[in-house]
Nanobody
Framework: EVELVESGGGLVQPGGSLRLSCAAS????????ISWWRQAPGQEREKVSC????????LNAGFVKGRFTISSDNAKNTVYLEMNNLKPEDTAVYYC??????????????WGQGTQVTVSS
């Protein structure tokens, strides 16, 4: 059974940092791409970053602009999203997802349950 479990969300002040984790199981981690998405209240879910665990290549949404970094630890079956210089508009529920395809395609078959990130003073 495919399972994606996010953690690391919380309340942070503007300009602060957070690192989100996505622990994956139930499929061959090294052969899959995993993506991060986010959904703010009243808005559609949007893509953030994606990493192909087979070759480490990444894709990022335009708003990331060097503030967010996606990485992967194949030994731990975990993908991370390091977020720096956070802004109030980054407030959202962050989800990790996969379609178990090798390369980033932004298609999704499985979602995690999400982790709340709130940026506020």
């Amino acid at each position: 059974e495919v399972e994606l479990v996010e953690s690391g969300g919380g309340l942070v002040q503007p300009g602060g940092s957070l690192r989100l984790s996505c622990a994956a199981s139930g499929f061959t981690f090294g052969d899959a791409a995993i993506s991060w998405w986010r959904q703010a209240p009243g808005q559609e879910r949007e893509k953030v970053s994606c990493i192909s665990n087979s070759d480490g290549k990444t894709l990022n949404a335009g708003f990331v602009k060097g503030r967010f970094t996606i990485s992967s630890d194949n030994a731990k079956n975990t993908v991370y999203l390091e977020m720096n210089n956070l802004k109030p508009e980054d407030t959202a529920v962050y989800y990790c997802a996969t379609d178990r395809v090798r390369y980033c395609s932004w298609t999704v078959d499985y979602w995690g349950q999400g982790t709340q990130v709130t940026v506020s003073s």
